[in-house]
């Protein structure tokens, strides 16, 4: 029964790719079955176009390694950019073949692109925010370095992601402009948690608030701490709604009102600071959606979309 269910499932594809083609439909959208959800992107018409490389070292770590993704031939006069994927999975789980189902389609368009992993939590003192965002950072280097011994110059980049890996792309973006290998343009990502406040969460008692910071960022907080300067600045430190300034990259951002793992008002902080700074943005929701934004292929049309204006408006490289 579930075979015959699969096959059915199968051809229902093939029948809406087929009327899509035929019906004109100004961009190739195909989805992939992820994590029980479907993804979808863009698909690249000519794999030739690009070449992956995998299990990159990065710092030594086997929790660190990344994917890369280069267009073919390499050209070693000019300059490239390079896009940035982390994965997503509630910060204890998932890995970097997630990436393998959006990094060809930049890489065909002459962009090099990385699916990096990172160290995922797994009890006390195993990883926090604030490695996630060292790791990241420190990627960005080594991704560099493998570009430049293969005659990609990369010159700037874009941070995007999923979920943990969206909130990863925004603090990697926002928290020390300067920090990366190259200039980050902009960032771009979906259902990434942008601010920890406590309180936006669920976290009603001061015991389970001191608790959830306690855990993200690894340093103990007690009950008697919350509504404390340092408790506060601890909560800033790793919220990206915390992070925003006058100077910070343009920004995409993707969201379902019915997500029930990354709550939806965590998100209107970030929005009001982008808002407040004048920060160029674009805010897509995905109006039928939970956490995987599986309910709006539409919107998902839309959020690609955007994401090829951004490129074309900020990386210095588009087209070239």
């Known amino acids: 029964m579930k075979q015959r269910l699969k096959k059915i499932g199968r051809a229902v594809l093939v029948l809406a790719a087929a009327a899509a083609v035929i019906t004109g439909v100004s961009v190739w959208i195909f989805c992939w079955k992820i994590d029980r959800s479907f993804r979808c992107v863009e698909v690249p018409k000519d794999p030739a176009r690009w070449q992956v490389v995998r299990d990159i070292d990065s710092d030594g770590k086997k929790s660190t390694r990344f994917d890369l993704y280069l267009p073919q031939p390499a050209d070693p006069s000019r300059n490239y950019s390079l896009i940035l994927y982390v994965h997503g999975g509630s910060f204890t789980h998932g890995d970097k073949r997630e990436g393998r189902h959006i990094c060809p389609y930049y890489a065909s368009k002459g962009i090099v692109a990385a699916s990096v992993n990172y160290t995922l939590y797994s009890g006390r003192g195993s990883a926090t925010l604030f490695s996630l965002y060292d790791e990241i950072v420190a990627s960005t280097y080594a991704v560099k370095a493998y570009c430049a011994e293969h005659g990609y110059n990369v010159t700037e980049m874009a941070f995007t992601g999923f979920s943990a890996g969206g909130y990863a792309a925004l603090v990697g973006a926002y928290k020390n402009p300067g920090a990366t290998a190259v ?49 506060q600045a601890a909560v800033d430190a790793v919220s990206p709604a915390a992070m925003v300034t006058a100077g910070t990259v343009p920004t995409v951002l993707a969201y379902g009102p019915k997500d029930f793992r990354v709550p939806p008002a965590q998100k209107v902080p970030l929005l009001e600071k982008l808002k407040e700074y004048k920060v160029p943005h674009d805010y897509i929701e995905f109006p039928h959606s939970g956490h995987r934004l599986f309910d709006d292929l539409d919107r998902m049309e839309v959020y690609f979309k955007t994401v090829d204006d951004y490129i074309a408006r900020y990386f210095e490289n588009a087209g070239k």
């Open 183 to 231: 200039p980050v343009k902009f960032v771009f990502q979906q259902s990434g948690p942008a601010s920890f406040e406590p309180t936006l969460w669920g976290k009603k008692s001061k015991r389970r608030q001191a608790a959830f910071i306690s855990l993200l960022t690894g340093r103990k907080f007690t009950a008697d701490d919350v509504g404390t300067e340092a408790f």
